[in-house]
């Protein structure tokens, strides 16, 4: 009687110990260069084994879309509807296409054409004037500004078809595109039964379940750009993006002045407020594309915007940091004050 008991508890430790073997968790990270920038997977999964074939699925899911959105390679999806602009003629496309487009199409109404991905024409300019050093002429300016205008995109969501209404139309969905792969990366992911990841795409990050045992996963937001001291603010997040944007990395400066790679769809140049955004949405797209919306309307327009969907529950955080001469300055809204905290040496 005494030996079954005994076996009973040896058996019922052994079924706890091969539970919690078959549920083991362990950490896995990879990086690779992808989409111009460095591409980051950190994910939890019970082997190796299976985190080299989930790895292998996500980044080969970066590279397929890549070929659809990038504004880099004349045979994407995206550089091929381009070619139609103009003729009067509707195209059917990808669901991806027709979903980022479609996306972005509300990000512009909700920021009233600050995010607008027809500026193509215009980053064309700056990316001229970026090789040539001089600025683009008001000539080429008038040129590229008949091509732009979110309303001059046509959808035709029965067909999933896209009609560009102005002759030599270019999009150029840079400011939306890494967040939204980073949203179907992580859904991919998810699909492959792991919910604990997050996706780093540059800096546009998407975020699944926290790590195991832990409330979230720490990011840290510096803020290198013009001020003398490094600082730094961890937030803690799950379930959720964030993204930045900002003149930090990519600027031209012309005649001492200098102008963002975020342009202002009114003017087609170059932002020259220094500004770096951050913001925390449901979705990568979300962030990407209000970080760059809100650089575009600045620190108080932007900064309004930003409560304003916060309000809404649309957006869930946005922080604005600007410069002057000599100080650096931060405004935040109720959502990122909640999940964040300051580390004044950096926090990593
Ligand atoms: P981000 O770094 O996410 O702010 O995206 C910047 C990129 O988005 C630029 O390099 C352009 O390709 C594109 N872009 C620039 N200005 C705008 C704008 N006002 N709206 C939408 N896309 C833009
Ligand atoms: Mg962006």
């Not at 091509?147 to 270019?170: N, S």
């Not at 699909?191 to 795409?201: E, F, I, M, T």
């Not at 510096?222 to 959720?240: D, E, G, P, W």
């Not at 957006?315 to 004044?344: H, M, P, R, V």
Request: net charge positive; charged share 20%.
């Amino acid at each position: 009687m005494q030996t079954t008991f005994a076996l009973r508890i040896i058996f019922l430790l052994l079924a706890t110990l091969s539970l919690s073997v078959s549920f083991a968790q362990y950490r896995y990270e990879f990086v690779a260069g992808k989409l111009g920038t460095v591409c980051r997977l950190v994910f939890y999964a019970k082997d190796s084994l299976t985190a080299q074939y989930i790895q292998a699925k996500a980044f080969s899911t970066i590279d397929t879309l890549n070929e659809v959105l990038s504004d880099y390679n004349e045979n994407s999806e995206i550089r091929r509807l381009c070619d139609s602009a103009g003729t009067g003629k509707m195209v059917v496309v990808s669901k991806d296409l027709y979903e980022i487009i479609a996306q972005s199409l509300v990000y512009s109404q909700l920021s009233k054409g600050a995010f607008d991905i027809t500026v193509g024409n215009y980053v064309q300019l700056w990316r001229r004037a970026k090789r040539q050093g001089i600025l683009p002429t008001p000539a080429q300016l008038a040129k590229a500004k008949a091509t732009t205008g979110y309303q001059k995109i046509k959808l035709y969501p029965a067909k999933q078809a896209v009609e560009l209404l102005a002759k030599g139309m270019r999009l150029d969905v840079g400011a939306v595109g890494k967040g939204f792969i980073a949203d179907k990366v992580l859904a991919l992911l998810r699909q492959l039964g792991v919910n604990s990841a997050l996706v780093d795409l540059g800096g546009d990050i998407a975020l699944g379940e926290a790590p195991p045992n832990e409330k979230g996963w720490q990011i840290e937001i510096a803020y290198t750009a013009h001020s003398r001291t490094r600082k730094s603010q961890k937030i803690v997040l799950s379930n959720c993006a964030i993204a930045t944007s900002g003149d930090t990395f990519q600027y031209i400066s012309i005649g001492g002045q200098r102008y963002s790679h975020i342009i202002h769809p009114k003017t087609g140049l170059g932002l020259t407020e220094k500004l770096q955004v951050t913001v925390v949405a449901q979705s990568g797209s979300t962030a990407d594309a209000f970080a760059s919306a809100i650089s575009v309307l600045g620190k108080k327009k932007g900064f309004a915007l930003a409560q304003r969907l916060e309000t809404k529950k649309y957006l869930l955080g946005t922080q604005i940091i600007y410069y002057t001469e000599n100080q650096t300055f931060i405004k935040e809204t109720k959502g990122i004050k909640e999940l964040s905290y300051a580390c004044d040496k950096g926090c990593l």
